[in-house]
């Protein structure tokens, strides 16, 4: 099964930071990857697919990049509600997995 | 607008089966794939298997397979999994989760449905 890195697994920031979280595959996977936003209780939210793309009704504010083994998810400017867990999953092939996660809490 | 909305929260032993639903609204059920994920308490996200319901397909993780079986009823527009053999490690939150029309990622979910095993 592909695995999923992702770094840092916490970091703490101001509102109106910028934010970037990394997600490394342990092969190849293309663009195949999404990012979730999950807060406590909540079901995950998908935020971008095919590593780049911005899903319907996402604020522009976030965004990804990369492709192959090395993926990024940056927030650009913090705003409180952005606080929560994010998560990166590949759909290059099956089993699905995800990334162990990133916490984002407020300095 | 497209809804998952899932049945209640559950309390087993070990040893019993649990079966979950999730009902589908806001789209053409037999037209897009269904994931069904758990989540540990305090834990990350973990996909358990996939199930196509315009023909039963499915593929699962090698971790769950041989106690997991999923179904759809195109009838009542609901996916169903179903896991045997339960232990306290299965202990989480199972979420269903409707697959991207065009791409591999997850963008419509269930509410979550709490399965706690405890004798």
């Known amino acids: 099964a592909i695995q999923l890195t992702q770094s840092p697994s916490s970091l703490s920031a101001s509102v109106g930071d910028s934010a970037t979280i990394t997600c490394r595959a342990s092969?190849?996977?293309?663009?195949?990857l999404a990012w979730y936003q999950q807060k406590a209780g909540k079901a995950p939210i998908l935020l971008i697919y095919y590593a780049s793309t911005l899903e319907s009704g996402v604020p522009t504010r976030f965004s990804g990049s990369g492709s192959g083994t090395d993926f990024t998810l940056t927030i650009s400017s913090l705003q409180p509600e952005d606080f929560a867990t994010y998560y990166c999953?590949?759909?290059?092939?099956?089993?699905?997995?995800f990334g162990g996660g990133t916490r984002v809490d407020i300095k | 607008q497209v809804h998952l909305v899932q049945s209640g929260a559950e309390v087993k032993k070990p040893g019993a089966s649990v079966k979950v639903s999730c009902k589908t609204s806001?789209?053409?059920?037999?037209?897009?794939?269904i994931n069904w994920l758990r989540q540990a308490p305090g834990q990350g996200l973990e996909w358990v298997a996939w199930i196509s319901p315009s023909n039963g397909n499915t593929k699962s993780s090698q971790h769950l397979q041989d106690r997991v079986t999923l179904t759809a009823d195109s009838s009542s527009n609901t996916a169903y999994m179903e896991v045997r053999s339960l232990t306290s490690d299965d202990t989480a939150v199972y979420f269903c989760?409707?697959?991207?029309?065009?791409?591999?990622?997850?963008?419509?979910w269930g509410q979550g449905t709490t399965v706690t095993v405890s004798s």
């Open positions: 806001g789209y053409s059920f037999t037209s897009i794939g």
């Open positions: 999953q590949h759909f290059s092939a099956y089993p699905i997995t």
């Open positions: 989760a409707r697959r991207g029309s065009t791409h591999g990622g997850m963008d419509v």
């Open positions: 092969q190849g996977i293309n663009s195949a």
